[in-house]
């Protein structure tokens, strides 16, 4: 079977950085993905990790350990536009799809 | 400018009724998908295909139905079979099978 778990909501004040927690459990791994979506539209690309390790891109930040089968996505000096959902998505076995959590919606106050 | 295109925007249906969703691309991607969201489900992928005239069925297939015919078009078909198809229904396409996705704007289908 195949589970991905991310807390459902968090919330942040702005200029704080949070961090959003993915674990994974799969029967293969060949990468794990991060996207935002804002209400009613499209989810767009953030970062991509294979590799053990931090990625870091602006103000968002991605980590993978795919010994404990866990990522984070950091994001830093928090802006309003931020407050959406992030999506945590991995890679199935064979590579030929994305296996989604359900989302982490994240409320920016000011 | 390259893209994904979903049309409509809204949709409205009545019970019972069969309706086709559009979806295309010009991003000269191989590899097109379908995902259903509804409310605290996160998406759920519905059918994928990896080239043209060749598709599988992804976690929640049934009640639907796809063609690809063409490598720019992924139209999806909410059968009549489909017992709550009210959703928020994207699209994706990718260059490789399990690469980036880019998603378009999504169709809300509302059925009465």
């Known amino acids: 079977g195949q589970n991905i778990d991310q807390p459902t909501e968090m919330t942040a004040t702005e200029g704080a950085i949070v961090q959003i927690n993915c674990t994974y459990q799969?029967?293969?791994?060949?990468?794990l993905f991060w996207y935002q979506q804002h209400a009613g539209e499209a989810p767009t690309f953030l970062s991509y990790?294979?590799?053990?390790g931090l990625e870091e891109k602006g103000r968002f930040s991605s980590f993978l350990s795919r010994s404990k089968g866990y990522s984070y996505l950091l994001l830093k000096e928090l802006q309003m536009k931020d407050s959406a959902s992030y999506l945590c998505?991995?890679?199935?076995?064979?590579?030929?799809?994305?296996?989604f959590g359900k989302g982490t919606t994240l409320s920016v106050s000011s | 400018d390259g893209g994904i295109t979903q049309s409509p925007k809204y949709l409205f249906r009545k019970e019972g009724q069969n309706v086709t969703l559009s979806c295309e691309q010009n991003?000269?991607?191989?590899?097109m998908y379908w995902y259903r969201q509804d409310p605290g489900q996160g998406l759920r992928l519905i059918y994928y295909?990896?080239?043209?005239?060749?598709?599988q069925k992804g976690d929640i297939a049934e009640g639907y139905s796809v063609s690809r015919e063409k490598k720019e078009s992924f139209p999806l078909t909410v059968t009549s079979a489909q017992k709550n198809p009210t959703a928020f229904y994207l699209c994706?396409?990718?260059?490789?099978?399990?690469?980036?996705?880019?998603f378009g704007p999504g169709t809300r289908l509302t059925v009465l």
């Open positions: 799969t029967s293969g791994f060949n990468g």
């Open positions: 998505a991995v890679r199935n076995q064979a590579g030929t799809a994305l296996i």
């Open positions: 994706a396409s990718s260059s490789g099978g399990g690469g980036e996705q880019f």
């Open positions: 991003l000269n991607h191989d590899a």
């Open positions: 990790n294979v590799l053990d």
């Open positions: 295909s990896q080239i043209v005239n060749d598709f």
